[in-house]
């Protein structure tokens, strides 16, 4: 069965806002209404991890939030892609510095392709959705040559890892 | 007694657009005790505008608390940082800043609307109202210059002058509205799937609305008349651009959707007098005091009562900054009008609620 080609023409999204203020959600939400129609690249937005291909992440790491979004990233089934909607889940944005910030999504989980502004217009979150959906056919590629020949899938560490800044995760449930 | 089982909703679900928790206890598919858990979305932004930024940058900062009612938090703090100052703004700058957060109480109220609709099932009724609530998006950015996030109010006036084009633009795109709107309230109103999942369900008395201290459109739906624009006319003239007050009796989801709709029709009135009546006068009033003293500010944000508190020291830093939400008065009623309700119905009652958790822990 040809998977990959199925998942390429249906990305299925899985949007979480880790303590954001609600302005690239909404424009989340306005990218599935019909002006901008973000179904018609068969996306369709799901509310389960298990079912989905892009993790949509806004808002900078709160600290009551970053367990919940590390166990959303480890629940969705490679392959995956992870966009960092708005400023500051790009970077911490205004909220940087702030003592229940972490600034960044980037510091928990490996971010493919970062949205600009504050906030996102729907239009850059479209492009960088188009863009996460190119990543996530090389992510296949790569996964099936690495079944076919029966090795480790590469795994590239392009990120920056500013996690050793940061404090140690915990698990949500103990 | 039947045996009881505890379902969560949240911190992630389709359902929510940002992180809350609620534990429904129930009891063969009806919920008998709730519990909320709201501060998922602490930020610590108190106390950054009273260390980190100097008192003219803390209203680009406190627009960043809620991106749905950005215009209400950035007028609150510019409202409260020229009481600390002791000065007047321009009357221009008045009914622009009355302009815009009106315009923000469309889109916000009809995204409301669109999200009951998604939750209660009727995915059709959704994708319409999100159509219908663009033309607001666009008349804000022609407005402000963004989206969302328009930092359009500033400590001492306004930050932008509203051109002739776009307020001729305003104009015709409210006329296009208004049949839409009409539309709206028809389905809103008269569809019959609709009505079963939203008339009784997540119903509040007006004795304990009163109670529990609700405020904003859950509150007027019950039948009690607050509203803060009826209140309080020092600041910004809201009768003298035509308010009235919108109330509905039965407390449910249905009548929450009334009163928004209804809602929509005076916000339009009220841009349409503000355009007609535009007064010529400058945009800011310059000064270089600083903040000193307390003062207390309260505004009606599209949820309800916003409530601003400031001291100043006679420094470029503010000492204390508070704001209390309209979503954080709600809480107590939310978590009471979920009882007796199937648990089947709960996502359409949370959307109901219109929660902003970003502005209630900040």
Redesign the interface.
């Known amino acids: 069965m040809k998977l990959a080609s199925y998942r390429k023409k249906s990305p299925w999204i899985l949007h979480y806002n880790a303590g954001g203020c609600n302005g690239c959600d909404i424009e989340i939400l306005a990218c599935l209404s019909p002006k901008y129609d973000i179904e018609r690249f068969g996306m369709i937005n799901t509310g389960n991890p298990k079912q989905s291909d892009i993790l949509l992440v806004t808002g900078p790491v709160t600290k009551r939030n970053r367990e919940r979004l590390v166990e959303i990233y480890a629940q969705m089934p490679e392959p995956k892609v992870v966009v960092a909607c708005g400023a500051c889940a790009s970077t911490g944005g205004v909220f940087r510095g702030m003592y229940n910030c972490e600034g960044g999504i980037d510091q928990y989980i490996p971010v493919d392709v970062y949205v600009c502004g504050c906030g996102t217009r729907p239009e850059q979150i479209i492009d960088g959705v188009v863009q996460a959906l190119a990543i996530l056919e090389t992510k296949t590629k790569e996964l099936e040559e690495s079944v076919r020949l029966n090795k480790e899938a590469i795994k590239e560490n392009k990120q920056l890892n500013r996690r050793n800044i940061a404090d140690e995760i915990k698990p949500v449930y103990t | 007694m039947a045996k009881q089982y505890e379902i969560p909703i949240g911190?992630?679900?389709?359902?929510l657009?940002?992180?809350l928790h609620f534990k429904f206890t129930t009891e063969n598919e009806k919920i008998v005790a709730t519990e909320a858990n709201v501060?998922?979305?602490?930020?610590?932004?108190e106390?950054?505008c009273c260390s980190?930024f100097k008192f003219r940058q803390v209203s680009?900062?406190v627009g960043?608390?809620?991106?749905?009612c950005?215009i209400s938090h950035t007028t609150a703090y510019s409202q409260v940082a020229e009481k600390l100052l002791k000065i007047e703004i321009p009357l221009r700058a008045k009914y622009l800043r009355m302009l815009v957060i009106e315009l923000d109480r469309i889109h916000s109220h009809l995204?409301c609307l669109s999200h009951v609709a998604e939750n209660s099932g009727f995915e059709a009724l959704f994708?319409k109202t999100?159509?219908y609530?663009?033309f607001s998006?666009e008349l804000l950015e022609a407005v402000c210059g963004?989206?969302?996030?328009y930092d359009f109010s500033i400590v001492g006036g306004v930050a932008r002058d509203l051109k002739p084009q776009v307020a001729q633009s305003i104009m015709e795109r409210l006329k296009k509205f208004i049949p839409q709107l009409d539309e709206l309230m028809d389905i809103y109103k008269n569809n019959w799937t609709l009505s079963l999942k939203n008339k009784g369900a997540g119903a509040i008395t007006k004795e304990d609305a009163m109670r529990l201290n609700v405020v904003g459109p859950f509150a007027r739906a019950a039948g009690l008349a607050v509203d803060v624009r009826n209140e309080t006319e020092d600041l910004l003239p809201w009768k003298e651009v035509g308010f009235e007050m919108v109330t509905e009796t039965t407390g449910d989801v249905y009548a929450r959707n009334m009163v928004r709709l209804r809602e929509l029709y005076v916000s339009i009135r009220i841009i349409e007098n503000i355009i007609n009546g535009l007064p010529e006068s400058a945009l800011v009033t310059e000064t270089k005091a600083f903040p000193d003293g307390e003062a207390t500010v309260r505004l009606e944000a599209p949820r309800g009562e916003l409530f601003y508190y400031a001291k100043g020291n006679k420094t470029q830093v503010l000492e204390r900054l508070k704001i209390k939400a309209p979503t954080f008065s709600n809480v107590a009623a939310m978590t009471e009008a979920f009882t007796g309700n199937e648990y089947g119905s709960a996502p359409a009652i949370i959307a109901s609620y219109d929660p902003?958790l970003?502005c209630t822990a900040r």
């Open positions: 911190a992630q679900h389709i359902s657009l940002e992180p501060y998922y979305v602490h930020r610590g932004i106390q950054a980190k680009f900062v960043r608390v809620c991106g749905l950005s995204l994708m999100m159509q609530r663009e998006m963004n989206r969302i996030q902003c970003s």
